[in-house]
């Protein structure tokens, strides 16, 4: 989703189906839905199946805020190791904002 | 609530050696639970008592609620042992080996046999002793599966297992917990199947279970810090049985903890100046819980 490829109303494939295709525990993929339903990005709808809320509302913002904000901290100290200057990272992360909103190259 | 396999307090001695040292174990329906252990940690020997092979010489094991005594031919109806060094009819071809487990399971399914035989493309005219490692193996699962088991037992199932059919295998196996509710437990050295399939898992060293639990409780109940101590390690944690290992280069630390709730906080409020959490895989977990107990192999230098 954070990478566009799904669409609100999209439908996902069942917690058998996704277990199944990871080869992971049908427990953890489960937990995963829930944990996801609860925070408002998906929705379960009974009988039919679970899809892409049509109002994705990321939860816990405030979390994620700073750990936004420690790597961002961890790789200014990498930029620091490797000798930039402010202004080289700043232009640095400017292009790869320009690159996202263009569509060029992959949002990783 | 009954237990699908329920070991309590169980203990097997071969001649002065104690195999299994009161060991417990409970296996929910539907539940994979994984064993892993040391070489010669006695995972085998635990695995063979819950099947019935062996007779503990002290505590019990019970299946689906019910004693397991020397008789258990009904219960085991119900219990599939997939293991590499399980006696096959050598001479027999696929075909026969399978009309012969048909002939011993009630609930043999011939059409669940063929389906599976299939998918897995084991031939069913080539004889078992013409047949690799892996293929046998493969055999064994099918042959398990078309039992419709309420309780599979396998000891290391990837043995001789390409990637591609060990995906297959693995794939069967979570269908079989997910769809049917069958019991797995599984002794394995392969870490990172353990970290994908299992909900429970198990730490065996020398006979006894030294952690064991919830994958995703056990996992979040030991962490890894990068630390920088000024004033070195404080007393508290030396000697602790939180403590699981420990390594340093002047203040930078590194360490690995258990069972401690806000470690990172603790460490602030002894002078902490900075605190990373490293993350680290089930193998690595498993490494620094062995360390503990004792379990460490250095490398050698061969000239």
Redesign the interface.
């Known amino acids: 989703m954070a990478k566009g490829l799904l669409a609100p109303g999209d439908k996902l494939p069942s917690v058998r189906e996704l277990s199944m295709d990871l080869t992971l525990n049908h427990n953890t993929v489960a937990k995963a839905y829930q944990e996801l339903e609860r925070e408002g990005v998906i929705e379960v709808l009974r009988g039919r199946g679970t899809f892409v809320a049509e109002h994705p509302s990321p939860g816990n913002l405030q979390q994620r805020y700073e750990q936004l904000r420690r790597d961002l901290r961890r790789l200014a100290v990498e930029a620091l190791h490797l000798q930039l200057t402010d202004p080289q990272v700043l232009e640095m992360l400017r292009d790869i904002l320009a690159d996202i909103h263009s569509g060029k190259g992959d949002a990783v | 609530m009954t237990f699908s396999v329920e070991a309590v307090d169980v203990t097997k001695r071969f001649g002065a050696s104690v195999a299994v040292d009161g060991v417990s174990v409970q296996v929910q329906e539907g539940s ?1 639970y994984g064993l892993v252990g040391a070489n010669g940690a006695g995972k085998t020997t635990l695995l063979r008592l819950v099947i019935g092979m062996l007779q503990p010489d002290g505590g019990e094991v019970r299946l689906f609620g019910e004693r397991l005594p020397r008789d258990a031919a009904a219960l085991r109806q119900q219990v599939q042992y997939v293991a590499p060094d399980m006696e096959l009819f050598r001479t027999f071809t696929v075909q026969e080996m399978l009309r012969y487990t048909g002939l011993l399971y009630e609930h043999f399914d011939a059409e669940r046999c063929d389906r599976l035989l299939d998918v897995l493309q084991v031939s069913r005219t080539r004889r078992v002793r013409h047949l690799s490692t892996g293929m046998k193996m493969q055999m064994r699962l099918a042959m398990a599966l078309s039992t419709r088991p309420q309780l599979l037992v396998l000891d290391e199932p990837a043995t001789g297992l390409d990637p591609v059919v060990k ?1 297959q295998f ?2 069967l196996i ?2 079989e ?3 049917y509710g069958t019991a797995v437990i599984m002794a394995t050295h392969q870490l990172e199947d353990v970290e ?4 429970h898992v198990a730490f065996m060293y020398q006979g006894r279970i030294v952690k064991a639990g919830d994958l ?1 409780a056990l996992r979040g109940s030991i962490c890894k810090l990068q630390v920088v101590l000024p004033q070195g390690l404080p007393s508290w944690l030396e000697d602790s049985p939180h403590l699981l290992h420990t390594h340093h280069s002047g203040q930078l630390y590194t360490l690995v903890l258990q069972d401690i709730a806000d470690a990172a906080a603790r460490l602030r409020e002894v002078g902490a100046t900075y605190v990373e959490t490293v993350s680290m895989d089930l193998d690595e977990v498993f490494q620094y819980v062995m360390e503990k107990e004792g379990y460490v192999r250095n490398g050698i230098l061969l000239s």
Not at chain 2, 196 to 199: G, S
């Open positions: 994979i995906r693995l794939q979570l269908q917990a997910a769809g994908r399939l299992v909900d995703e």
